[in-house]
């Protein structure tokens, strides 16, 4: 089965821009905005016009346009590579079909092998996270008669549900809809089981 590119079939612009500024850059260019793509990936606060400036010029005179595309581009090729799971190997394979120099994608696959625990762990712990399920208790009644009808025999769930930020809620659920939420739970749940043995989903870091 053919493996999917990391970068996938379609590039972002910006992604696409950087790329082609990397396969006419020298590597004196490149060096200097890897260090502030390095540095961006670890502490996670954006680069100073000033930083940018600085790489220009110890580039030798890179426009300034090209530097801050050639940052962004890379900065998106490693945060894409970072949430794909890609190996290191398949991170140097892939961009070499964008024909970017050897030393290139040497340069930029010791960034991403340097950095991408750090931007993995970021973004777990900036994620948005909402309540999780804790606990859930629920039991039969039977509704023996209404105001409307003198004997209703109906049966009903009683369902009490817990959250991790501690808030309970209790509800009602009738009995065939209960019914058809066990048959929504378990297809999905088999869904999932299917899924888990695609081989494509099966991505093992090798690096």
Request: aromatic letters at 6%.
């Given at each position: ?169 209790t509800f ?9 939420l066990r ?25």
């Open positions: 089965m053919e493996r999917m590119p990391f970068l996938g079939f379609t590039l972002a612009p910006e992604v696409k821009r950087g790329l082609l500024i990397l396969t006419r850059c020298e590597t004196r260019q490149l060096r200097p905005v890897l260090e502030l793509v390095a540095a961006t990936l670890h502490t996670g606060a954006p680069p100073r016009p000033e930083q940018m400036a600085g790489a220009a010029e110890r580039g030798g005179g890179m426009p300034l346009a090209e530097v801050e595309a050639l940052f962004t581009g890379a900065m998106g090729v490693v945060r894409t590579a970072v949430f794909a799971k890609t190996s290191v190997e398949h991170f140097k394979l892939d961009l070499a079909e964008y024909k970017i120099p050897n030393q290139h994608i040497a340069d930029l696959a010791a960034v991403y092998n340097k950095s991408r625990a750090v931007v993995h762990e970021g973004a777990i712990a900036n994620r948005v996270r909402y309540p999780a399920l804790v606990d859930l208790k629920w039991r039969v009644d039977v509704t023996i008669s209404t105001s409307s009808m003198s004997r209703s025999l109906a049966p009903y769930v009683l369902m009490e549900m817990t959250t991790s930020d501690g808030r309970i809620k009602e659920v009738p009995h065939d809809k209960f019914h058809e048959y929504n739970v378990a297809r999905v749940l088999k869904e999932m089981q299917d899924l888990e043995q695609l081989q494509i989903l099966k991505i093992s870091d090798k690096s």
